[in-house]
T-cell receptor, first 114, second 109 residues
Framework: GAVVSQHPSRVICKSGTSVKIECRSL??????MFWYRQFPKQSLMLMAT?????????EQGVEKDKFLINHASLTLSTLTVASAHPEDSSFYIC??????????FGQGTRLTVV | GQNIDQPTEMTATEGAIVQINCTYQ??????LFWYQQHAGEAPTFLSY????GLEEKGRFSSFLSRSKGYSYLLLKELQMKDSASYLC??????????FGPGTRLSVLP
């Protein structure tokens, strides 16, 4: 079964609203989780590294004020897309690493901003 | 920095064998992953190579040569369900992964 759960799997929102995506590690503690973004027919691009109890580390070009990451516990990280716009429509995937080599991905969230 | 390259698309016939290559430039890494990703779904783990050589797992095998900066994924006895994107990714010492661009494989009857 899934060891990383991501919710929701699909969301459609109006332009200007905010959307929260949750990523939970189900049977292990993840001090670090990763958020990726994937455009159609492209590979996964790392957006940020989410660290429990501290600020997230964002990749170059990713707006931290737009993509708000909160890693409040060892099993939960959230990504909030603030004031979403159509260009934010994408596939967002989280992952967590267990025991330094096993990486597990959430199911992904298809965000459509209309 | 790190740079990873894969062919964009490949086509093969059901029952055949296909090799998907991944070349990279990096100053160092823990290991190399291969993932399969069907359209609209999250990637699923296929293999992880730390040492040079071939790792075989059923119909799928993965090879790594650190000296050549090269890996490949070998798929045997292709099935229609193998049509997907295949991503290689470098493991940055457990800190994060850097994904290649992915190879879209189409398996034809």
């Amino acid at each position: 079964g899934a060891v990383v759960s991501q919710h929701p799997s699909r969301v459609i929102c109006k332009s200007g609203t905010s959307v929260k995506i949750e990523c939970r590690s189900l049977d292990f503690q993840a001090t670090t989780m990763f958020w990726y973004r994937q455009f159609p027919k492209q590979s996964l691009m790392l957006m940020a590294t989410s660290n429990e109890g501290s600020k997230a580390t964002y990749e170059q070009g990713v707006e931290k004020d737009k993509f708000l990451i909160n890693h409040a516990s060892l099993t939960l990280s959230t990504l909030t897309v603030a004031s979403a716009h159509p260009e934010d429509s994408s596939f967002y995937i989280c992952s967590a690493i267990r025991s330094n080599t096993e990486a597990f991905f959430g199911q992904g969230t298809r965000l459509t901003v209309v | 920095g790190q740079n990873i390259d894969q062919p964009t698309e490949m086509t093969a016939t059901e029952g055949a064998i296909v090799q998907i290559n991944c070349t990279y430039q990096t100053s160092g890494f823990n290991g190399l992953f291969w993932y399969q990703q069907h359209a609209g779904e999250a990637p699923t783990f296929l293999s992880y190579n730390v040492l040079d050589g071939l790792e075989e797992k059923g119909r799928f095998s993965s090879f790594l040569s650190r000296s050549k900066g090269y890996s490949y994924l070998l798929l045997k006895e292709l099935q229609m369900k193998d049509s997907a994107s295949y991503l290689c990714a470098l493991d940055n010492y457990g800190q994060n992964f850097v994904f290649g661009p992915g190879t879209r494989l189409s398996v034809l009857p």
